[in-house]
């Protein structure tokens, strides 16, 4: 089963880590790194990322065929999506045991969430 | 796929547990023979289609294989003599192949050690003759991924120091039983709704019966369960055309056009059944391709033999009981006695909180249903909505979604 584990930041986990010296910045890095290669290891990644800052997102409209890209303004959401890790485990427990170790999950901001699968297997 | 290159990759596959079986006889180690033997089935794929299939696809493997085991071993051992320590370059002597080498191998690849993920995996790769690359495509998963799940698997079966070998006559059925269900899990991988990229994958569900097919020829199947799963999948199989319409949305049963149904699939299906059922103790696998047996030789949904359904259910909620099994035999009940019967046994399997059946999106599925039969459309909408609310499957989402707005609108 694939679950999608969506990282959010809010405003103190934001200011937290704006306290935070370049070399604690660069441990942080590297313990996410360290998941990644975990899961790797482990047969259960299948692809993570980081997101830019939330100022960089453009929001898209297509009017007439052609697509427009805009800055904000955007709804202001205090919690903004920072990173994803797209995970392949067999249980649900397990990708809950994987979101709970990074560290935005002690300010609630982790969220584990099913994907859908595509096959059509069974009769309905 | 062209004729070349089909007949390539079924010579192939079809040569690859028994090529494997060979080296590792030859050598005793699995974990690096298995690597051999991937190299050398990538080169068969390059080199077959082009220059045709060899008179024996085995004794080409277990050569090819052979070289670069040796290559390997003595890549090693150079590094090894750098190191200064002895070593012993010489192969083991070859003992004679078994006839239960296949049988070991699948046995081995589901070893009790392993996640079910790296068994699937490693049967796929080791006895299926499948390449890392075909195996990732097919289950939406980066190659490096596949790559770890097998290379772990067999850390662990090193680890656990099994060795190519049968497992003991008192822990073989139980060994058999964890290796059936990672076929069927492998089968139920391989319904792939979307047409986009079904040329470039392996057709999984076909892997499983050719892999099921081959297990049934080298296994005694004393329980019956082998040849009762091989009929399972070609019963269920046989109606896949069927399943969906063009647009890859779901059909269901009672409205599937039965003459896409394929016959010698059903046919082949139904015979196994019938005969294992006269000489075997009856078992789950048994039972769920009797269930489908009937579904394929009826006519219609209508014309279906539901009182028959209704026996053998209960006779697998005897034997396996699960919510899944409860689920069915209600459905079963509700055609023989009417939805109102249904419905009521719902609830009472429910109240009893029947391990895992409240909140499961089946049961609400199951419930719509009933609930559209016995006239209640809106309380069947709003039932269908909830199936889609929590079901994790895309195709069924869109049809009990679709079940639920048509509804609403008859009932508006």
Redesign the interface.
């Known amino acids: 089963m694939k679950y999608l584990i969506q990282i959010y930041s809010n405003p103190e986990s934001r200011a937290m880590w704006d306290t935070f010296t370049p070399e604690q910045q660069a441990e942080g890095y590297a313990y996410y790194q360290a998941i990644s290669d975990e899961l790797v290891s482990s047969g259960e990644y299948v692809a993570a990322e980081a997101l830019a800052d939330a100022s960089l997102a453009k929001r898209v409209t297509q009017t007439d065929g052609s697509a427009v890209a805009s800055d904000g303004p955007f709804a202001e959401t205090k919690e903004l999506l920072a990173g994803f890790y797209l995970v392949d485990c067999e249980t649900e427990a397990r990708a809950v045991e994987i979101a709970g170790r990074f560290p935005e999950a002690e300010f609630g901001l982790i969220e584990v969430r099913p994907v859908l699968d595509m096959a059509a297997r069974g009769d309905v | 796929m062209s004729d070349a290159v089909g007949d390539a990759v079924r010579a192939l596959r079809a040569a690859a547990p028994s090529a494997l079986a060979v080296l590792v006889r030859r050598y005793g180690d699995f974990e690096a023979c298995e690597d051999a033997m991937q190299e050398a089935l990538i080169a068969a794929s390059a080199q077959w289609p082009r220059d045709g299939v060899p008179d024996s696809p085995r004794a080409w493997l277990v050569q090819v294989a052979s070289r670069r085991y040796i290559d390997q071993v003595r890549s090693d051992a150079a590094r090894r003599r750098r190191e200064s320590l002895a070593v012993d370059l010489e192969p083991p002597p070859t003992p004679v192949p078994a006839v239960d080498d296949t049988l070991a191998l699948f046995l081995l690849c589901c070893h009790p050690a392993l996640?079910?993920?790296?068994q699937i995996?490693l049967t796929l790769r080791a006895v299926g003759g499948l390449t890392t690359a075909e195996i990732a495509r097919s289950?939406?998963?980066?190659e490096?991924?596949?790559a770890?799940?097998i290379s772990?698997a067999k850390a662990r079966i090193k680890a656990s120091d099994e060795g190519f070998r049968m497992p003991r006559a008192d822990e073989l059925e139980s060994r058999l039983g964890a290796l059936r269900s990672v076929l069927y899990l492998v089968f139920?991988?391989?319904?792939?709704?979307?047409s986009g990229d079904r040329l470039a994958r392996v057709d999984l569900s076909a892997e499983a019966i050719r892999l099921t097919r081959q297990l049934h020829d080298a296994d005694p199947d004393a329980s019956g369960e082998t040849t009762g799963l091989l009929a399972l999948m070609l019963l269920t199989d046989a109606?896949r055309a069927a399943?969906?319409d063009d647009a890859?949305a779901?059909v269901?049963?009672d409205e599937q056009d039965r003459s896409g149904w394929d016959r010698a699939m059903i046919d082949e299906g139904v015979a196994l059944v019938s005969a294992v059922l006269d000489r075997a103790p009856i078992g789950p696998y048994q039972l769920q391709a009797a269930i489908a047996a009937v579904h394929d030789e009826a006519d219609s949904t209508a014309t279906t033999d539901w009182l028959e359904i209704l026996g053998l259910y209960d006779l697998l909620a005897r034997l396996a009981p699960s919510p899944m099994v409860t689920l069915g035999r209600i459905v079963a009940l509700a055609m023989v006695q009417g939805p109102e019967a249904g419905l009521a046994a719902l609830d009472r399997a429910e109240a009893q909180r029947d391990g895992g059946l409240t909140d499961h999106h089946r049961t609400w599925?199951v419930r719509a249903h009933l609930l559209e039969q016995s006239g209640s459309t809106d309380a069947a909408s709003l039932a269908f909505a909830e199936a889609a609310r929590r079901t994790?499957?895309?195709?069924?989402?869109r049809?009990?979604a679709s079940k639920a707005e048509r509804l609403r609108s008859s009932a508006g």
């Open positions: 996640t079910t993920p790296s995996a289950l939406l998963v980066p490096a991924t596949i770890q799940r772990r139920t991988e391989g319904h792939t709704a979307s109606r399943r969906t890859g779901i269901p049963l599925a994790l499957n895309g195709p069924e989402q049809y009990l």
